[in-house]
């Protein structure tokens, strides 16, 4: 009977657990990484900003370039957006050369001065033929008499660029010297580009924390013996800057070293024309909050606000909160896309912090009235 009575129960048991596993939602059981979306359970304060303490100027925009894509409409609802999220200048980094660049100046700069700032690329089609690296700094120079107020370089150098051998154009190539000394002689600040977060440059696998980003852009992966690792690129960069200390160089994206702020404070020390923008970092910036505070207040006047987008009062007012709140524990992917599946908690910068950062740098640097 005692033996019966424990079948009794064991069976009871199975039964149960049986039971409960087939109650659960059929996908919980196979879910995807890719399809894992976690909502907080967290209560915390939202602090809502509407306008920032100071007018704003972003150094780093996407407008577009050219008639076509610059409509009056297009350049209106720029203009809304910026007004209603307190921006007094938007830079353009599209603005190409030529009739584009030309385009481009008279639907933004020309039709609304003060508003917005356009910076002028260069063609790199045929640079490995000799004449290039001459033509291309008179083109320059053609740009910024124009009116273009300083030059916008891709993290396709470095990365994209090829010569007939397949080798990769390097950032510290001499062809590019001239191009760099040309920004320095006129007073023209280079915003560049290099490189990519430190996660791009490692293997898609179960350890890399932006995998879900790089699983929806498998081409900004940037592992493997095709290209060269993010510190060469970098250390290739820095060999430009210490070689032109007359051109002023804005290191896109924090640098692209917004992992490692020691490092980026070694640079800021030992290059004086180096300067950085937040644009698309507050991610990575606002998950270290306590370093990153002490990093903006002790480099307050080699900081620059920018956004990477179009102008988008939602990610610019995130943006507001994490530099003037100390609220917990919140989502970035308005400011830009999701980078990461961590959240980010305000660094309540001090005024003259802000101010610096919000406006008078860019000043500055972009030789504008004050």
Not at 20 to 32: F, G, N, S, T
Not at 115 to 129: E, K, M, S, V
């Amino acid at each position: 009977m005692q033996e019966f009575s424990i079948v009794i129960r064991v069976a009871i048991v199975v039964l149960l657990s049986t039971s409960w596993v087939h109650a659960q939602p059929e996908d919980i059981r196979d879910l995807k990484l890719r399809d894992w979306q976690p909502k907080s359970m967290l209560k915390t304060k939202r602090t809502q900003i509407h306008k920032p303490k100071f007018p704003v100027i972003d150094v780093h925009n996407h407008l577009g370039g050219g008639s076509q894509t610059l409509t009056p409409k297009r350049v209106a609802q720029y203009l809304q957006a910026m007004d209603d999220a307190g921006v007094q200048t938007v830079v353009n980094l599209d603005g190409g050369w030529d009739t584009r660049l030309q385009e481009t100046l008279a639907a933004l700069d020309q039709s609304h001065p003060g508003r917005f700032l356009t910076f002028a690329l260069i063609n790199f089609r045929g640079f490995h033929d000799d004449g290039w690296s001459e033509r291309e700094t008179k083109r320059l120079r053609a740009s910024f008499a124009n009116g273009a107020k300083g030059l916008k370089f891709h993290k396709s150098l470095g990365l994209s660029y090829r010569f007939v051998d397949g080798s990769l154009f390097p950032i510290d190539d001499p062809k590019l010297d001239p191009i760099w000394a040309l920004c320095g002689e006129l007073n023209k600040p280079v915003m560049i580009h290099t490189s990519d977060p430190a996660a791009f440059f490692t293997p898609l696998d179960r350890y890399n924390e932006r995998w879900h980003e790089l699983n929806s852009h498998p081409n900004w992966l940037f592992f493997g013996d095709k290209f060269p690792s993010r510190e060469e690129l970098l250390i290739q960069r820095n060999r430009v800057i210490e070689r032109h200390p007359k051109t002023t160089f804005i290191g896109a994206h924090f640098g692209n070293n917004p992992e490692d702020l020691a490092t980026v404070g070694k640079w800021l020390d030992a290059y004086p024309n180096f300067h950085v923008d937040i644009d698309a970092r507050i991610s990575e910036l606002g998950r270290q909050p306590y370093s990153a505070r002490r990093f903006f207040i002790k480099y307050q006047d080699r900081i620059l606000f920018g956004t990477d987008t179009t102008p988008n009062v939602a990610a610019y007012r995130l943006y507001y909160r994490f530099l003037e709140t100390d609220d917990e524990y919140f989502d970035t992917a308005e400011s830009h896309h999701r980078q990461g599946f961590w959240m980010i908690y305000g660094v309540f910068l001090p005024e003259q912090v802000l101010e610096k950062m919000y406006c008078t740098n860019a000043v500055r640097l972009l030789g504008l009235e004050p």
